[in-house]
């Protein structure tokens, strides 16, 4: 396979000069005054990662050796990801919402050297574990921060404070020369960097990923579905997100697309019809959100208003895969257009990945003229595998393979993947890496189906296909996510075992649709919590639950719930950076509730 470049460097290379004095990167900073979108250059980008690569040089970090970046996303953290490269610093990305304990697990068992992070908050959490990683040489904070400790020292002092005579001879054609020189240094199957899996199940694991593994999926992609200079990309998700760092940094980079940053998801909808993107990948969670937003909009309408509006959605499903039909051009002229506005009205397409996507979600936003194309992948393929393309999109599949990826099905259903993108392995977990990879097949623990068409389909988990007392497999996936069909519930996590004969859960509501549900119930409440623990509210989600379970057998449904008052969240622990629940963490804190339920 010809992945157009030996190395990142020679990428990035590629990159500086395809943007040139172009911005290629734009952000706002955290002034609630700053209304203009600040941006850096391919010249500058260039200048930057030089000028860090050479003051990085001082700590005399061998090829091989590893740094670890823990930040929100922004600029600074392509700066020190291209200028670790160039060195041939294995990078290890981390998310900033990890706890301290977290984080030095991470840093410990990856032997980093040198820890970049974003703010003084963020180096205090790192210092405060700094004495038990005797790797550990320097905490490098991208913002300004005031400390007292020597081994700490900001991006801004790394780069002028101890380079000025670097600083004042550079050029172009020095920078060049170095980063040429570098290249030629690196080989395509030598480590680039180790992304740590979320631990949804236990300790996280080290994934190796070689400058061939992501540079390959890289090009995977962009032969999958088109991506063009022209394309503006708003990103929101973390860049210790393998999702967000192959698809939604190196991809539009190239392509010479715009890339720009969210603040943070909160500001996503205002920034959308700021920056009008054509582009933006995104996990399911946001796209459930617009849709539950679009739908109380509708039901706060005065009646005329919502009546038509209403009659337009009717008619939006009625003909979603005929969209030259007179009715749909009129609901769409009338109401859709409106709605696609909300997301700057350019948009070509969403990509939706991390987790699944239901099809009814996707079908709604089909339905208003709004295209999902649904992926799938893992951090242990670089990450993704298969994908939707613009003309060959199947709605509860997440599409064909992409070019060069080889996906069978194993005798149990277990879905295997083949291909340059695979992971070299875990890092110092021999044992791990040869249970995952087989024969050369990584075995990613997901049960799936191929089509007729030749569409994957995920059915479920490995790890959530559970044999009941009663001798009945189910699949929890399966029950969750047909619970998660109700406008009324956010988040619901099942629970069964060979030891139970049948099925429990715990709901969270959503808040918003809980508080209108009081008021049409007539419940007085001055809290959430008055709510999940009335009986009214309880026999409403009974009812709402009998009628979503009818499909299932009857050993599959849930036979007892409670309601939570409180979600859970990546600050809670439940929650993984990806957003995907932790069973284990969940059940272990829930345990009492749990255990009431078979009593």
Known sequence: MDLGYNNFTEFFQSVCKTY????AIYWKDNSDNNKEYKNITGSKLKELTYLLARAIEQYGIKPGKTAAIISETRFEWVITDFACISKQIVTVPVYPTMTSEQIRFILQHSESRLCFVSTQLMAEKVNAVFDELPKLEKIITFNKTDHSHEHIISFEELIYGELLD??????????????????????????LTIIYTSGTTGVPKGVCLSHKNVLANVKQCTDSFPVHPDDIFLSFLPLAHTYERTGGYYVPLSKGAKIYYAKNIDTLAAQMAEIRPTIVLAVPMLFTRIASRVIKNIEQMPLLKRTITKRALKIGRAFRENKSNPLWKLADKRVFSLIRERTGGRIKFFISGGSALSKETAEFFDSIGILILQGYGMTEASPVISVNRLDN?????????????????????????????????????????????????LHTGDIGVIDKHGMLKITDRKKTLIKTATGKYISLTHIEENLERSEYISQVISFASDEKDYVTALIVPDPDMLEGLAKKLNVKFSKLSDLTDNDIIHNFFESEIDVLQKPLAKYE???????????????????????????????????????????
């Open 393 to 441: 999109n199947e709605f509860g599949t997440v599409g064909p393979p992409l070019e060069n990826v080889n996906v069978k099905i194993a005798p149990d259903g277990e879905i295997l993947v083949q291909g340059d993108n695979v992971m070299l392995g875990y890092f110092k977990n021999q044992k791990d890496t040869d249970e995952m990879i087989i024969g050369g097949w």
């Open 557 to 599: 449904r849930v036979r007892k719930f409670a309601l939570l008052d409180t979600p859970f969240t990546i600050e809670s622990g439940e929650l993984t950076p990806t957003l995907k629940l932790k069973r284990k963490v969940i059940e272990e804190k829930h345990k009492e509730l749990i255990d009431s339920f078979y009593i």
């Open 20 to 23: 040139g004095n172009e911005g």
């Open 166 to 191: 670097e600083r004042t001879a550079y050029s172009d054609d020095i920078a060049d020369k170095f980063f040429t020189d570098m290249a030629g240094k690196q080989s395509v199957n030598d480590l």
